[in-house]
T-cell receptor, first 116, second 110 residues
């Protein structure tokens, strides 16, 4: 089955710790994204990547880091510099459409991060 | 001004009625528009995409796009309790940019 997987489903972090959230896709999509969702709010873009070994900051990149060493994988590290990391983290991927624009985004199941 | 605006709701409709969800966007050059459904605690799932002015129908769902008014809507016919969720409007104004509204919560009452 093609899809996007995220792990772990739940993650607990102590103050001062870095944690890494996994995102893998087997859809052969070029672009991958990380979003953060806080209760009752929309999605805010953290980072995105169009191709391997290249990524760009989104609207709220401070305190986060990413890598794109393989087309299928786009892990997100939440560093200790992120002061309020408790949130629902969503990974998404998309193909490039006929006009060169990115087409529909599909989402993984998400990781819920809680700071203890 | 937010890039995508939605009424947060909740919108309550009786079972079997038509639910109408609305979304406005600010970037006049936007070309691609999407509706996602998100159940509580779950990730968004795509319902429909629309690219051209007019209506697009898929089963009980109809998306409507009016680029001149910068307005997108989603109609759900014969609403069911299982349709109760938050509906997110998304707009793709430029290459690799997606903007999401904060969502409208829909309650379908049996």
């Amino acid at each position: 089955d093609g899809g996007i997987t995220q792990s772990p489903k739940y993650l607990f972090r102590k103050e001062g710790q870095n944690v890494t959230l996994s995102c893998e896709q087997n859809l052969n999509h070029d672009a991958m994204y990380w979003y953060r969702q806080d209760p009752g709010q929309g999605l805010r873009l953290i980072y995105y990547s169009q191709i391997v070994n290249d990524f760009q900051k989104g609207d709220i990149a401070e305190g986060y880091s990413v890598s794109r060493e393989k087309k299928e994988s786009f892990p997100l590290t939440v560093t200790s510099a992120q002061k309020n990391p408790t949130a629902f983290y969503l990974c998404a991927s998309s193909m490039f459409g006929p006009g060169g624009n990115t087409d529909t985004q599909y989402f993984g199941p998400g990781t819920r991060l809680t700071v203890l | 001004q937010k890039e995508v605006e939605q009424n947060s709701g909740p919108l309550s409709v009786p079972e079997g009625a038509i639910a109408s969800l609305n979304c406005t966007y600010s970037d006049r050059g936007s070309q691609s528009f999407f509706w996602y459904r998100q159940y509580s605690g779950k990730s968004p799932e795509l319902i429909m995409s629309i690219y051209s002015n007019g209506d697009k129908e898929d089963g009980r769902f109809t998306a409507q796009l009016n680029k001149a008014s910068q307005y997108v809507s989603l109609l759900i016919r014969d609403s069911q309790p299982s349709d109760s969720a938050t509906y997110l409007c998304a707009v793709n104004p430029t290459f690799n940019k997606f903007y999401f509204g904060s969502g409208t919560k829909l309650n379908v009452k049996p």
